[in-house]
């Protein structure tokens, strides 16, 4: 099972300048969450001050019972070792083939014999969608394929916690799809902790379990995936929708006259840039047919349960349609497959094989 992480009171500046502070989170073992925010917002940073890359001012990050900020150099390498990491760009060594790239943690971090590590990367390039290609360099290959070999990278060392910067940049909606559901299916058969970082709207809405969001140095709230689905804070409405409507300007800050100005032309029928309006929950994406159950969802159900008074009403509301099996198709999705595939936009059961570039 996966490690959770305490983060207490974090506040973090490149010299004068604030990227984010006071920040206060849980995140919960074993269960997938993602962190959202528009970009500059301190996203990365917050990945990297959680192992240790970066060193906040003020605050607690707590792994295994650890404050790393307070850490040796000694512990913070052994604290290390519990993380994967997923980096933006993939961060492939462009000399090494695919294989020499996932082997790498396996040979700087264990003494594994060649032939050990042989067994762990084929495996994790299997899990991966990339059995066959492992004597490719990243320079012949897509960004979808590079995103994956650097996950299989990050899945070398049996992490408790995978971090994930940025999974979909870069990639189209479709390698996107095929993307959440290997998070999701990777969750399932190794129970990690796993936190992603992102402003891709469809990966927050289908996706965690759990949601946050970054804003103007603050986070504005983290919780279940309910909690935010549902806000009715402006500016939490405003980046779900994908609109220029609301307090994100094209830098964070926006003031009030360019936001009556902007009220204006909406109201005159100028379109705001943003989809339609979208009420309630949808879906969460599930572990693909023949993966184990993932151990998260009972999880987040008898913690969720525990904390439902404190939650807002409409969180409260969703959270108990979904306990209470209003939405039938978590019931009933397995009880209709034939041999066939139902694939579409947001498909929460991405029942299709992980897709192979060439």
């Known amino acids: 099972m996966g490690i959770g992480i305490q983060v207490e009171g974090l506040s973090k500046s490149f010299g004068s300048q604030v990227i984010w502070e006071d920040v206060t989170l ?3 073992v074993g269960e997938v969450s993602v962190l959202l925010g528009p970009s500059g917002t301190g996203k990365s940073v917050f990945l ?64 594994k014999k060649e032939s050990e590590i042989r067994d762990i990367v084929m495996e994790k390039l299997t899990v991966v969608g990339l059995d066959g290609d492992e004597k490719k360099f990243p320079g012949e290959i897509s960004g979808g394929m590079r995103k994956r ?14 971090l994930c910067d940025e999974p979909d940049s870069g990639l189209d909606p479709v390698r996107t799809a095929y993307l959440s559901q290997l998070l999701i299916d990777i969750n399932a058969q190794i129970d990690a902790t796993i936190l992603i970082v992102t402003h891709n709207i469809n990966i927050a809405r289908t996706v965690p ?5 970054l804003f103007r140095k603050h986070l504005v709230m983290f919780g279940p ?8 804070e402006p500016v939490v409405r405003q980046f779900l929708n994908g609109r220029r409507l609301g307090p994100i300007g094209m830098s964070e800050e926006k003031d009030e006259a360019t936001m009556a100005e902007e009220q204006a032309m909406a109201d005159a029928g100028h379109h705001d840039g943003g989809v339609d309006e979208i009420e309630g929950v949808p879906p969460q994406i599930m572990a693909t047919p023949g993966m184990p159950e993932r151990k998260a969802v009972e999880r987040r159900r008898d913690r969720v349960r525990q904390i439902l008074r404190t939650l807002p009403p409409n969180a409260q509301e969703a959270i108990r349609d979904d306990l209470e099996g209003t939405h039938k198709y978590h019931s009933s999705q397995f009880a209709s497959m034939d041999d066939g595939h139902q694939d579409g936009d ?6 299709i094989p992980i897709s192979r570039e060439r």
């Open 26 to 28: 849980d995140v919960p």
């Open 48 to 111: 990297k001050s959680l192992i240790g890359l970066l060193r906040p001012e003020r605050g607690k990050i707590v792994v295994d019972g650890t404050n790393i900020i307070e850490s040796s150099a000694k512990e913070l390498y052994e604290i290390r070792k519990l993380f994967g990491v997923m980096f933006q760009d993939g961060a492939l060594f462009g000399s090494m083939n695919l294989y020499d790239n996932t082997a790498f943690p396996l040979r700087e971090h264990t003494k």
């Open 149 to 162: 070999a650097g996950l299989a990278r990050s899945l070398v060392l049996d992490p408790q916690i995978i």
């Open 209 to 213: 379990d759990n949601m946050g969001m």
């Open 225 to 232: 995936r309910e909690v935010l689905l549902t806000s009715d």
């Open 346 to 351: 947001e498909s929460p059961t991405g029942r």
